[in-house]
């Protein structure tokens, strides 16, 4: 992987990993476009999945302070209860990632023509937030976290997008708009640092075997990181204004065009 094609796959990953139209489905796009290698492509995701947790931690680091900060008074007040929230929403995907990931993988792959079904579908999640009523300004209850974490786990199919079925999923249960993104975005930290270290102790992580080089790697984890920063506050003002459907019909689009890219190709 040359320098160029890291900048341009850590400028895709850092805008899409916030932006409703799946990361993972784009990184696969683009290395089929740019001709990454597989092996290149694991330790590249890893580290540019990095790159975006810390976008979030710079977005959010005052809230994250705070929350930690009453957390550990160790007493049930508002702060605690929203962690704990955090961690209730993360045991659907725990569960996926632990014992059925492998085997989601070799069932479903991730093929240009999934990804593009897949978009397909993250496409009409959002299109239901724009034509479907839904009752607005209910509070983030532990159930409503645990149904944003399901959406979470079936989000580990590639080009179904994460975020946009998240954050769907939390306007759609009629979650308050000023606090489905912030929470679709902090519940996805552990996970993402816990998939990271399972590579790392597993030997799928490492720079020696994937053959990047430093130019490669700080630029494709520096663009990750400065886009993911933009596109991170950018869809936190989208999400106040519940107005997705630009992003639907974009998704809608690209699904289109993978799909048929996938079959000629």
Not at 27 to 44: A, K, S, Y
Not at 95 to 120: H, N, R, S, Y
Request: hydrophobic share 55%.
């Amino acid at each position: 992987m040359t320098w160029l094609q890291a900048l341009i796959l850590g400028i895709v990953q850092g805008f899409t990993e916030f932006l409703p139209v799946s990361s993972s489905g784009h990184l696969i796009i683009g290395r089929e476009i740019l001709g990454v290698g597989v092996d290149e492509n694991v330790t590249f995701e890893v580290l540019v999945h990095a790159a975006t947790v810390l976008s979030t931690l710079t977005v959010f680091w005052k809230e994250i302070v705070q929350l930690l900060a009453k957390f550990f008074k160790f007493e049930w007040n508002e702060e605690t209860q929203y962690i704990c929230k955090i961690l209730f929403s993360m045991i659907p995907v725990l569960i996926v990632g632990v014992f059925f990931k492998d085997q989601v993988e070799a069932i479903f792959g991730e093929g240009l023509v999934l990804v593009g079904c897949m978009l397909l579908v993250t496409a009409l999640l959002l299109a239901l937030t724009r034509f479907v009523r839904f009752k607005e300004n209910k509070p983030l209850t532990f159930g409503r976290a645990f149904l944003i974490g399901c959406a979470q786990a079936v989000a580990v199919l590639p080009g179904l997008s994460r975020s946009g079925s998240t954050i769907a999923t939390g306007l759609l249960s009629g979650v308050r708009k000023e606090e489905v993104a912030q929470f679709s975005f902090l519940m996805v930290i552990i996970p993402i640092l816990g998939e990271a270290f399972l590579d790392l102790v597993g030997g799928d992580f490492s720079f020696a075997q994937s053959g990047l080089s430093l130019p490669a790697i700080l630029c494709g984890f520096f663009s990750a990181y400065v886009c993911g920063v933009l596109a991170c506050r950018f869809m936190i003002n989208i999400v106040k204004k519940a107005n997705l459907a630009w992003f639907a019909i974009y998704c809608a689009v690209i699904g289109i065009v993978a799909i048929i890219f996938g079959i000629v190709c």
